[in-house]
């Protein structure tokens, strides 16, 4: 295998904001068209900060459509299984992802790394994960490696005896790392993030996978730069999606 086809093993992931047009403002003037018509569109020139009420109002009280009138696309770098779980969210989600007929994939994979929690506590619904041991840590990362290299090392043989990419691409594990466009709405995105992440002041707990988790917090830092004060009423009732 040449260095130019080694494979790669990250134990990270990529989210980035490629374009958004999501803002409070949009929140409220959304809001206000149930009283105001088209007087409402003058909340556009206001400083959303004198409606920071109404916004809490609307979250605690689960008004949830004023929070779809916006939209967020990230584009994200992870691996396949990440994304199998991402898909489980329909509601307001777009995705288009790269494809495994259309292009020779890359060897990037997947590795724990030395802050994963490896080891599983417990039974099915009421588990954690603990600290893995120097020992679990080391057969897992040679283990995981090992078997990207020989699995990826067969997918190239296969391309070269002209074998097509959608039929290669079988040999490929769920640790390979993909690409994908997301695009999203406020309300669907705090419908996400209240799975995917675990947090103290949540009223509903979650049990995410760390994988998709790391996402997800990504994702929450770059919305709530956009939208501080939605998110800040996110938090404060307790991170349930209107």
């Known amino acids: 295998m040449t260095d130019e086809t080694a494979p790669q093993f990250r134990s990270d992931v990529t989210v980035e904001l490629v374009r ?6 949009d929140v409220i003037w959304a809001a206000r068209v149930s009283t105001a018509g088209e007087q409402s569109l003058e909340a556009l020139q206001e400083d959303p900060e004198k409606s920071k009420g109404l916004i809490n109002y609307l979250m605690r009280d ?4 004023p929070f779809e009138h916006n939209s967020m696309t990230f584009f994200i770098s992870a691996p396949i299984f990440v994304f199998r779980e991402f898909h489980r969210h329909r509601s307001g ?6 494809s495994g007929r259309y292009r020779e994939l890359e060897p990037v994979f997947y590795v724990p790394g030395a802050d994963r929690r490896l080891v ?24 995981m490696e090992a078997s990207y290299r020989a699995s990826y090392r067969a997918y190239r ?3 070269a005896e002209g074998v097509a990419r959608e039929v290669a691409r079988a040999v490929l594990p769920v640790g390979l790392f993909s690409s994908m466009y997301a695009t999203c709405n ?6 996400f993030l209240s799975l995917r992440t675990k ?6 707990p979650s049990f995410p996978q760390r994988e998709i988790e790391m996402v997800a917090e990504r994702m929450e830092d770059e919305w709530a730069r956009l939208m501080p004060l939605t998110h800040a009423a996110f938090e404060k009732h307790g991170r349930v999606a209107p």
Do not use: C, I
């Open 186 to 191: 406020a309300r669907s995105l705090m419908h």
């Open 120 to 143: 599983q506590q417990g039974k099915p619904g009421r588990y954690e994960f603990v600290e893995g041991t120097p020992g679990q840590h080391k057969v897992t990362t040679e283990a």
């Open 62 to 65: 689960r008004h949830g459509t």
């Open 20 to 25: 958004s047009a999501a803002a409070d403002s």
């Open 157 to 159: 043989e296969m391309l």
């Open 93 to 98: 989600w777009s995705y288009n992802e790269e």
């Open 199 to 204: 947090r103290e002041n949540a009223t509903v």
